[in-house]
């Protein structure tokens, strides 16, 4: 193994310039050790996981999964050398079984040589099941270390028989002050590079530089190059909140409209008006605005919120957020936006209820379970002579000519079947619905001499 793997640099970043003088930043600052790279101190600090694997000098098949630019790929970068192992990338974007199968091939030339290989696939999650299959009997044979790299959660994109085979590793975004670090040193870099200018950065406009990156390390470090080359050729030596606001587009939160971020984000906005927090669930609708989210697809979960969470506690809740999708297809952004934010507040403030939610998926399983149950003859229709003579219909009650309009004791199950799926809560309007289902289930106990259903 590498004896300057574990330290705290290889040359400092003039050396890594020199070396790598006409790749992009990003390259040029690519960690050479352990002790380069910054942030994952979970796996990477001492006695952690990845340390370990490391130290242990026996690699095993792993799948790093994070968002983009924390360090996936120079993990597996770092572990070619770690292992003095053949390194071999496919990227599942572009690559497909053809690829596979010249990787299969380059590792068996490199297994008959004595040496290891250590196959990277970059969004792993892009391949389909039979391509991920194909890496199976060689991760079991030990013909190669597979590392995969995925922005989506594994346990709902990679194949099982792969995940079991493989060690899952949670990568995070980076933390501001381990990005204000990255600031830092690519300043160095670039200032130690022969015949750049100096550049600093105010401090508020590093701050704010390292906001803007949102916990990606690959953002952060393009943004500076653009930066710096865009100051170098103003004149200027140091960058401000001002210019740097006009060195960039427009900041855009990370937000991928399909992947786990995406999921994340919706799911805190669900919870957070679960959890009746109207100040919260405007802060995750703002932010999946700001990020890009499609305003209609908000008001459909929204929409679906209302009707698990709410339910009849506050049937209103369901009209008022379906009002307010109809406002938004009327306005447009951004002003039909302001009529889903209400939709949020009033959903978050008001009375919670998921029992008619409840109720929905047990009457599903309890039909499931007891088949095609006939239907009683007194509750079916009698359209014809033959069918009222078969007894369709006799002995049928109209509740609205009974007593409380209400036919006290009538079945309407199946012969043999009886089930109480809708149990109301106390909040809201079902506090009145508990009350006159209660009322009438004693009417039902008064009738037919039995204690109420339960």
């Not at 380059?106 to 890496?135: C, M, P, S, W, Y």
């Not at 609708?285 to 908000?298: I, K, Q, W």
């Not at 306005?331 to 008001?350: D, F, I, K, R």
């Not at 009650?397 to 309407?412: N, T």
């Amino acid at each position: 193994m590498s004896k300057d793997l574990f330290g705290e640099g290889a040359g400092g970043p003039a050396q890594a310039s020199q070396a790598l003088a006409y790749s992009p930043l990003a390259e040029r600052m690519r960690p050479r050790t352990l002790g380069e790279v910054v942030g994952q101190a979970h796996l990477l600090g001492p006695g952690k996981p990845l340390r370990v694997a490391f130290e242990s000098g026996r690699p095993h098949s792993m799948i790093f999964w994070g968002p983009p630019g924390v360090g996936k790929t120079t993990l597996a970068r770092l572990m070619v050398e770690g292992f003095d192992a053949q390194f071999i990338a496919i990227s599942a974007v572009l690559g497909g079984v053809k690829d596979i199968r010249d990787a299969v091939v380059a590792a068996q030339v490199a297994q008959a040589r004595g040496r290891r290989t250590i196959l990277f696939v970059d969004e792993v999650h892009r391949f389909n099941k039979a391509q991920q299959d194909a890496f199976l009997p060689y991760v079991e044979s030990g013909l190669f270390t597979f590392i995969g790299a995925t922005t989506e959660n594994p346990s709902f994109e990679v194949n099982s028989a792969l995940l079991s085979r493989a060690r899952v590793y949670v990568l995070q975004a980076l933390s501001f002050e381990e990005l204000g670090e990255l600031v830092d040193r690519a300043l160095a870099t670039m200032n130690a590079e022969e015949g750049q200018a100096a550049l600093s950065f105010e401090a508020a406009a590093r701050e704010q530089l390292a906001r803007w990156a949102d916990g990606d390390a690959r953002r952060l470090i393009n943004a500076m190059e653009i930066v710096a080359e865009s100051a170098r050729n103003a004149g200027r030596e140091v960058v401000d909140p001002a210019w740097l606001e006009t060195a960039l587009s427009q900041s855009l939160r990370r937000f991928d409209k399909g992947g786990e971020a995406f999921y994340d984000q919706i799911s805190a906005l669900h919870k957070a008006i679960r959890g009746s927090d109207p100040d919260a669930s405007l802060y995750w609708f703002s932010r999946m605005l700001d990020g890009g989210a499609d305003p209609r697809y908000l008001s459909r979960r929204l929409v679906r919120m209302a009707v698990e969470d709410i339910g009849l506690a506050d049937p209103r809740a369901t009209q008022l957020t379906l009002n307010a999708a109809d406002i938004y297809e009327r306005l447009g952004s951004p002003e039909g936006e302001l009529a889903l934010a209400q939709a949020v507040v009033y959903l978050a403030c008001a009375a919670k209820s998921n029992a008619v939610y409840n109720a929905y998926k047990a009457a599903r399983r309890y039909a499931e379970q007891h088949g095609s149950a006939p239907v009683p003859l007194h509750l079916r229709n009698a359209p014809t002579k033959l069918m009222k003579e078969l007894g369709y219909g006799r002995r049928y009650r109209y509740a609205h000519d009974e007593p409380h309009g209400y036919a006290a004791g009538e079945q309407y199950f199946p012969d043999g079947l009886d089930a109480v799926f809708y149990e109301p809560t106390d909040r809201g309007l079902e506090g009145k619905i508990q009350q006159k289902l209660a009322f009438l289930r004693e009417l039902d106990a008064q009738s037919s001499g039995r204690g109420p259903r339960d």
